[in-house]
């Protein structure tokens, strides 16, 4: 089987779709450039993105889902899973099989993916929203890290955009070594890469240009949480269901006193 090799980008796996459907072929599978793996058993040819051709795909299926079928298939895209492609191709070839919205056929493979991975993505996507803890720096400027499963900083870009409309503010996830940062002034948030100083433990430790009042505020959240809560009423198992550990390490109620 051939394999057709993109950029990685969303327009690009589009534009390989596209490519599909114009050369008429169903024995080739898309995959990333950057996750191929060589096989012996057949070549591997890269696509080049064309925007109108990921356009034209793109109109196509709003044609046909609804804003929640496209914002379901763009999460399976963030998801970041190897191989899904093919997942989103076979659900593409079926929504475009019909004149119906296909949406809700989950006796079809293709559309019951879409719509599991599509919750696992948002469920993320909930939880980021939620456990953002900024530090405020001497430049003025609101800084968080997060490490999520998923690729979910194009979703929550929109919550923090209208929750702090009046403060500038960067969230950078280190697993994908990329960040959103907001100009409240110009109200435009852009994408940003960061080098970080060792000093800095990768961006995870920033204590040293925190503003003057960071550490102060710091220490009433953690005092806040301590007395909110009611030792008799500690449900812990509840509690690790809710908040898994593994977001703790940047939640600042989870860290001792400094």
């Given at each position: 089987?051939?394999?057709?090799?993109?950029?990685?980008?969303?327009?690009g796996?589009?534009?390989?779709?596209f490519?599909?459907?114009?050369?008429?072929?169903?024995?080739v599978?898309?995959?990333?450039?950057?996750?191929?793996?060589?096989?012996?058993?057949?070549?591997?040819?890269?696509?080049?993105?064309?925007?109108?051709?990921?356009?034209r795909?793109w109109?196509?299926?709003?044609?046909?889902?609804?804003?929640?079928g496209?914002?379901q298939?763009?999460?399976?895209?963030?998801?970041?899973?190897?191989?899904?492609?093919?997942?989103?191709?076979?659900?593409?070839?079926?929504?475009?099989?019909?004149?119906?919205?296909?949406?809700?056929?989950?006796?079809?493979?293709?559309?019951?993916?879409?719509?599991?991975?599509s919750?696992?993505?948002?469920?993320?996507?909930?939880?980021?929203?939620a456990?953002?803890?900024?530090?405020?720096?001497a430049e003025?400027?609101?800084?968080?890290?997060?490490?999520?499963?998923?690729?979910?900083?194009?979703?929550?870009?929109?919550?923090?955009?209208?929750?702090?409309?009046?403060?500038?503010?960067?969230?950078?996830?280190?697993?994908?070594?990329?960040?959103?940062?907001?100009?409240?002034?110009?109200?435009?948030?852009?994408?940003?890469?960061?080098?970080?100083?060792?000093?800095?433990?990768?961006?995870?430790?920033?204590?040293?240009?925190?503003?003057?009042?960071?550490?102060?505020?710091?220490?009433?959240?953690?005092?806040?949480?301590?007395?909110?809560?009611?030792?008799?009423?500690?449900?812990?198992?509840?509690?690790?269901?809710?908040?898994?550990?593994?977001?703790?390490?940047?939640?600042?109620?989870?860290?001792?006193?400094?």
């Amino acid at each position: 089987m051939t394999t057709w090799l993109y950029d990685g980008s969303f327009d690009g796996f589009l534009s390989a779709v596209f490519d599909l459907y114009w050369q008429r072929r169903s024995d080739v599978r898309i995959c990333k450039e950057l996750a191929y793996v060589p096989s012996l058993f057949g070549p591997a040819i890269f696509m080049p993105t064309v925007m109108a051709n990921a356009e034209r795909v793109w109109a196509g299926l709003r044609k046909r889902l609804s804003a929640t079928g496209l914002e379901q298939l763009f999460a399976c895209y963030l998801a970041e899973i190897p191989r899904e492609e093919d997942n989103m191709v076979g659900f593409i070839r079926h929504v475009f099989a019909g004149s119906e919205n296909v949406e809700t056929d989950f006796g079809n493979a293709y559309v019951l993916r879409v719509s599991q991975l599509s919750r696992m993505v948002h469920r993320e996507k909930h939880r980021m929203e939620a456990f953002v803890r900024f530090q405020h720096t001497a430049e003025g400027v609101y800084y968080a890290v997060i490490e999520p499963d998923y690729n979910v900083l194009p979703l929550i870009t929109g919550h923090f955009k209208e929750r702090y409309a009046d403060q500038d503010w960067l969230i950078y996830d280190l697993r994908r070594h990329y960040g959103i940062y907001y100009n409240h002034k110009k109200d435009v948030v852009d994408t940003v890469n960061l080098q970080f100083k060792p000093a800095y433990l990768g961006g995870r430790d920033v204590t040293a240009v925190w503003s003057p009042d960071e550490a102060l505020y710091q220490q009433l959240w953690q005092t806040y949480f301590r007395e909110a809560n009611i030792p008799a009423r500690s449900n812990r198992r509840l509690h690790l269901q809710h908040v898994p550990r593994r977001y703790w390490k940047y939640l600042t109620e989870k860290h001792p006193p400094r």
